[in-house]
């Protein structure tokens, strides 16, 4: 069974930086997708960023393009979110999350979830 867990949330400043870490465990993930998704209170849960566990190639919401980054290191089995220039609308709770194949950016593809680390950006 895929387990996900995520880690490194908090309280931070306009402008300052966080890393978000998501430990996998539960199988070898060659050939899986990894992505990280956020929800605002009343929102909808929205894309961040993606990366394909076999590759670099990794794919960005417009919103945090410039500031984020996904990571990933194989022989520890995490993905990383990198995210500096922090803004206020960045507040959410992140979400880790894994599928089969390529990565997309619609959540409802997307087979295993963390249970979120929530980030708070004060103005």
């Known amino acids: 069974q895929v387990q996900l867990a995520e880690s490194g949330g908090g309280l931070v400043q306009t402008g300052g930086s966080l890393r978000l870490s998501c430990a996998a465990s539960?199988?070898?993930?060659?050939?899986?997708?990894m992505g990280w998704f956020r929800q605002a209170p009343g929102k909808e849960r929205e894309f961040v960023a993606s990366?394909?566990?076999?590759?670099?190639?990794?794919d960005y919401a417009d919103s945090v393009k410039g500031r984020f980054t996904i990571s990933r290191d194989n022989a520890e089995n995490t993905v990383y979110l990198q995210m500096n220039s922090l803004k206020p609308e960045d507040t959410a709770v992140y979400y880790c999350?894994?599928?089969?194949?390529?990565?997309?950016?619609?959540?409802?593809?997307?087979?295993?979830w963390g249970q979120g680390t929530p980030v708070a950006v004060s103005s």
């Open positions: 999350a894994a599928r089969v194949g390529p990565a997309r950016s619609s959540p409802r593809l997307y087979d295993y």
């Open positions: 539960g199988r070898t993930f060659s050939g899986y997708s």
């Open positions: 990366i394909f566990w076999g590759s670099d190639s990794a």
